[in-house]
């Protein structure tokens, strides 16, 4: 059973920061791509950024410049720093990685406000 717990959610105001983390815990042998997704009420799923085993990323441009994927493989841990964030970064993100099969976190809410 593998588990996969989010933090680091919450309110900021526009232009301020936040920093997701999502621990996976369980019986993983190894731990390939890991992705934040986001989502608000009405619409699909969005990927967010996606980094590899190799640390090789990628972001959706909507958010290139302002946010950082990052993990650290030892702990199985992987975390999103938002910097810069604007009222249309709201949504409840989702941490998932890929370990034989694709695993999801329960979801972070991130509400950016004025």
């Known amino acids: 059973q593998v588990q996969l717990v989010e933090s680091g959610g919450g309110l900021v105001q526009p232009g301020g920061s936040l920093i997701l983390s999502c621990a996976a815990s369980g019986r993983i042998f190894s731990v390939n791509v890991m992705r934040w997704y986001r989502q608000t009420p009405g619409k699909q799923r969005e990927l967010v950024a996606s980094?590899?085993?190799?640390?090789?990323?990628n972001y959706a441009d909507s958010v290139k410049g302002r946010f950082t994927i990052s993990r650290d493989n030892a702990k199985n841990t992987v975390y999103l720093q938002m910097n810069s964030l604007k009222p249309e970064d709201t949504a409840v993100y989702y941490c998932?990685?890929?370990?034989?099969?694709?695993?999801w976190g329960q979801g972070t809410q991130v509400t950016v406000f004025s």
């Open positions: 980094i590899t085993s190799g640390g090789s990323t």
């Open positions: 998932n990685i890929q370990a034989g099969r694709i695993y």
